[in-house]
């Protein structure tokens, strides 16, 4: 390809269509298909470390954290509370 007829090695838009167009080695890309790609790398980066914390954290109640406390702890009132809220 000539230097005026490059296009986007991902969806063939020319370089006259197009804001941005990187190269690389063998190959180019828009700045469409650059911001397509950053949100499919976003939603599957973020998305599984998300599920797959909240499938195997289960969260208990600050009461029952502070229950559960009571029987291992004695006095301490206020830190039992402190931490069975903040957990």
Not at 20 to 27: H, P, R
Not at 49 to 76: A, C, R, T, W
């Amino acid at each position: 390809m000539t230097k005026n007829n490059v296009a986007c090695s991902f969806c063939g838009r020319k370089k006259v269509d197009t804001q941005l167009l990187i190269a690389g080695l063998d190959a180019h890309i828009c700045d469409k298909c650059i911001e397509q790609a950053h949100g499919i790398v976003v939603e599957e980066v973020l998305k599984p470390e998300e599920s797959e914390l909240s499938d195997s954290v289960l969260l208990h109640k600050p009461k029952e954290i502070k229950d559960f406390l009571n029987q291992y702890v004695i006095g301490q009132y206020a830190a039992k509370r402190v931490l069975s809220v903040a957990v």
